[in-house]
């Protein structure tokens, strides 16, 4: 059973073939990083004029690569929210028109439902429960997942996200966007031990909060004059530093959550468990806990539509389809909160 998937909630536009929810036959992904680079942060409406001009072309690729015509695709999910609501817009009216014109079902998938099921499109697959970590440039939460469409927020950012940290550091720091990547890269070659960051645990709940976090890099940053005035060793150990604070609170709290959860898996999700040292802090920690943690490949952690084709593959076979009056939302919870 072969599932269109289609994402445009931020600044990525995607589309995927993917086959009975685990199999991906196809995976495009055009970035606008180039667009928002020199703004150092996405600007919603260049956004959505390239969602528009790329949809097309994008899901053209991804049909053509998957040597798929519509008459073999069962259904089209499409990114609903949350996200930026002109660019989910695109994606939206998009797959609408393509499911009316085409006679093919419309399933509906949040972007954060999609991030979790990123992992079943690698062997081996988690098994329910488990423990979510999804980590990106809009969110940080933490779920409790009991099988499909059984999620349990667990804890949430109150104000930046994880990746938005990154990238706003990067941005202090003179850097283009996204920053995660640049941070990552620098920081290998710096101290992590260089410049004690405050580390927000935020005591007796799973929220997390890194604007603190980002300030203190700023006002450290600041001391100097401007970034000008930190020298190019300086720089990594800041990196480094900054990040290493970063790693030890999402480690921890994952880590944590799952223990008082007595849950033995944790899934990685997002952009920001792209990172190298992310990845290597928080297996070795899991591993000292007997907790078992799934890492999707980096390509995957980052926004694409093969996510959202995994989870539709669900509401699909579930029985779970849109109507054509299926409206985007900037703001959509996934699940339940918790107590
Ligand atoms: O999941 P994603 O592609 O989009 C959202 O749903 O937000 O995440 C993008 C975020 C950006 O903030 C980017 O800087 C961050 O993920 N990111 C990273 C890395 N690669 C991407 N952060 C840290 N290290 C990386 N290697
Ligand atoms: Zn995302």
Redesign the pocket.
């Given at each position: 059973m072969r599932i269109l998937g289609i994402d445009t909630?931020?600044?990525?536009t995607a589309a995927s073939v993917v086959e009975d929810g685990t199999k991906i036959i196809s995976n495009i992904v055009s970035s606008q990083a180039e667009i928002h680079e020199k703004y150092g942060g996405i600007v919603p409406e260049l956004a959505s004029r390239r969602h528009i001009e790329m949809i097309w072309p994008v899901v053209d690729e991804a049909m053509n690569k998957a040597r798929t015509d519509f008459k073999d695709i069962s259904a089209i999910a499409v990114c609903h929210g949350p996200?930026l609501i002109g660019s989910l817009l695109v994606g939206v009216c998009f797959a609408k028109a393509l499911s009316y014109v085409n006679g093919i079902a419309l399933v509906a998938v949040n972007?954060?439902e999609g991030?979790i099921f990123s992992r079943f499109l690698e062997e081996p697959e988690p098994e329910f429960p488990f423990l979510a970590l999804?980590?990106?440039?809009?969110?940080t939460s933490i779920y409790r997942v009991d099988g499909f469409g059984m999620y349990v927020e667990l804890g949430r950012t109150r104000d930046d996200?994880?990746?938005?940290?990154?990238?706003k550091v990067?941005k202090l720091l003179g850097f283009g966007?996204?920053?995660?990547?640049?941070?990552?890269?620098l920081a290998q070659s710096g101290n992590p031990a260089a410049i004690n960051f405050p580390r927000p645990y935020l005591p007796k709940t799973f929220d997390f909060s890194f604007s603190g976090l980002k300030t203190a890099v700023l006002s450290y940053v600041r001391k100097k004059g401007d970034s000008s005035g930190v020298n190019g060793n300086e720089v990594s150990d800041i990196a480094a530093s900054f990040?290493s604070a970063?790693i030890d609170v999402l480690t921890e709290k994952a880590i944590t959550a799952a223990k008082k959860e007595g849950l033995k898996e944790v899934v990685l999700?997002?952009?920001?468990?792209?990172?190298?040292?992310?990845r290597e802090v928080i297996v070795r920690r899991a591993g000292q806990e007997g907790i078992k943690i799934y890492l999707p490949s980096?390509q995957l952690?980052?926004?694409?539509a093969a996510m959202i084709a995994a989870a539709g593959f669900y509401h699909f076979k579930q029985g779970k389809l849109a109507g054509l009056d299926l409206n985007p939302r900037a703001y959509l919870p996934l699940g339940s909160a918790h107590g």
């Open positions: 909630s931020c600044d990525d996200g972007h954060l991030h999804i980590a990106s440039g809009g969110h996200a994880a990746g938005e940290a990154y990238d990067a966007y996204p920053g995660g990547p640049i941070i990552d890269s990040q970063v999700a997002g952009g920001v468990c792209a990172n190298s040292a992310l980096p952690c980052t926004d694409n």
